[in-house]
């Protein structure tokens, strides 16, 4: 769950203009209370639309088809034709107009319909792992308003599947006042941890890229062949980084790894915390190339879908030696006995893509 993004001022002041400042104070008191220590607590609901939503451009320009809900903000382009929330709230106190933040409380949502899915499926690379939270303050006819946006779309990070923000809850402040920390720290929105050092200043690290996803092994003498190794060292200091595979969102003002992730390892040093000639770990190295599971309930067989990497045919990790505390390592899973007779699958369903991308198209 996202606690704090970036503000982006430019599409606040389209939202605040769009919505207009007399629908804007109703909009304050139906649906915004303030507490004693100054922090605005707003909450609100989405209603989708039922079926498809027509989204015309005007003379001349082609119909869209996408997902909507009521009152829901849209560039009305090819390019992002799907719908954004806007609030805007009074902002009181404002010392700085430029300065606000704001975090979620709590939130709803819901897995995206078959037909929903196929509306947003073609738009997939605007969608985040989370919903987005954006919010600054801006100075609208002499009154300072705190204004922010919503993308409540998002793509679920294990299963692929899209999800739709229902309602929620968001603690907002601004800077100057005391407030804004406070609507960082809200019920469920700790402060978001923004690192200040790479894991890649802990030391030299080896590059490795993965083309196909797989358990791969890496041994003392890899290592020690490419330069990284030059004696035995501590096998708890051994970590391997990475981040999810498949292509970044195209939108900055999207939720995203700020680092590398230090990644679960499985080790075999032996039993003696030494990673020397012998040893090796394993790791599950994940394609560029990201399979979706998407089932039609029309179809007599499962489907699946790809997104193709547009800038890399491979998928990079890290290997460190010399992580400063024990690194993440893959724990045993517990013995589960087997009731009644074992069956040996033989056959299953599989998936392929040839996509060789040959020609340039530019």
Known sequence: MPELMPKSKITILLCLLAVGLSSAQDFDRAHTTASTDGVLTFADTLHWETGPYRLDRGFGADILMTVSFENAISEGTAFFPLPVYCFDLTAANTADPADAACGWDTIAFRPASSWETRLIRPHDALIADDFTLQCGTVEFRGTHRLSGTIF???????????????????????????????????????????????????????????????????????????????????????????????????????????????LPIAMYDGGDGRFDPGDYFLFYGQSPVVWLYEPDANASLPAFTHRQHTYSDRTYYFIGTNHPQPAARIADAPRQEIAGNETDLTRFPDYHCQAQDLYNIV
């Open 152 to 262: 409540p779309i998002r793509r679920h990070p294990a299963t692929g599947e899209y999800e739709l923000l229902t309602s929620f809850r968001l603690r907002a402040g601004v800077y100057g006042n005391g407030t804004a920390d406070r609507a960082r720290t809200g019920t469920g929105s700790p402060e978001k941890n923004i690192r200040t050092a790479s894991m890649l200043s802990y030391g030299p690290t080896l590059r490795v890229g993965v083309a196909t996803s797989g358990i791969y092994r890496i041994t003392y003498e890899d290592l020690r062949r490419e330069g990284l190794l030059q004696s035995a060292v501590p096998s708890d200091r051994i970590a391997l980084y990475g981040n999810r595979a498949g292509p970044l969102p195209t939108l900055n003002t999207a939720d995203i790894y700020d680092d590398l992730t230090d």
